[in-house]
């Protein structure tokens, strides 16, 4: 099993900054690749953006540019950075985890979320 644990959630002017950080815990090994989502109230779960071990990175249009999304040496922990943040930027971030089991069977964990409030 995997547990992740999200945290670095809270209330932000439009305009400002925050870091949500994503530990990953458990039996972790061939990981594909670690991304964070969203869902704002009424709204799907939409994909902000994915990090792979090797360092590639892939963003939503949406957050081009202010997003940036890292990780460590021990690909433990996923960090998002998120700069000029706008009121639709609400909603509650998950952290997922993709990898392969021993058996090359692909598994997902999520986060149970850290909420992100944009307001004035």
């Known amino acids: 099993q995997v547990q992740l644990v999200e945290s670095g959630g809270g209330l932000v002017l439009p305009g400002g900054s925050l870091r949500l950080s994503c530990a990953a815990s458990g039996s972790i090994f061939n990981i594909d690749h670690m991304a964070w989502y969203r869902q704002a109230p009424g709204k799907q779960r939409e994909y902000v953006a994915a990090i792979s071990p090797a360092g590639t990175t892939n963003y939503a249009d949406s957050v081009k540019g202010r997003f940036a999304i890292s990780t460590d040496n021990d690909k433990d922990t996923v960090w998002l950075q998120m700069n000029s943040l706008k009121p639709g930027g609400t909603a509650l971030y998950y952290c997922?985890?993709?990898?392969?089991?021993?058996?090359?069977?692909?598994?997902?964990?999520w986060g149970q979320g850290t909420q992100v409030t944009v307001s004035s």
């Open positions: 997922k985890i993709r990898m392969y089991d021993p058996k090359h069977i692909p598994c997902e964990y």
